[in-house]
């Protein structure tokens, strides 16, 4: 049995026999977020498929800095105050309307734990 759950912040996977006390456990704290498997289903990673790899291809940095940002969780204005700039500046960074310095993209790879050529 594969027990998953995930939300934008968190990815809980739990294999094999699973006690009841730990079934109602996360029952209770994730609900319709769980989702379980019995062991004859196969479960795919989603960043190995063809869709999810085309969409790498193609994603700009303006792609990266939104998807990354709300990944984890912060607004705009919080990531601006994290590389020191504005919640404006981000906004356009994610509209495509301003590019990433060197200096920021460096910034945002060290925060997002991505490649500084995704910003660039």
């Known amino acids: 049995m594969l027990a998953v759950v ?3 912040r968190i990815d809980v ?3 094999g026999d699973i006690s009841p006390f730990m079934m109602e456990a996360l029952k209770k704290e994730y609900g319709r977020k769980l989702h379980i498997e019995s062991e004859k289903e196969e479960s795919v990673d989603y960043f190995e498929t ?3 790899k085309a969409l790498d291809m193609t994603a700009t940095a303006a792609d ?8 984890l969780g912060l607004t705009q204005e919080a990531l601006g105050k994290k590389v020191g700039v504005s ?29 500084v050529e995704n910003f660039l």
């Open 6 to 8: 995930k939300t934008p």
């Open 13 to 15: 996977r739990i294999q």
């Open 50 to 52: 063809a869709q999810a």
């Open 64 to 71: 990266c800095i939104q998807i990354y940002r709300e990944n």
């Open 87 to 115: 919640k404006n500046y981000v906004s356009d960074w994610e509209n495509g309307y301003r590019k990433v310095s060197k200096d920021k993209a460096k910034k945002l790879s060290k925060l997002f734990h991505i490649s």
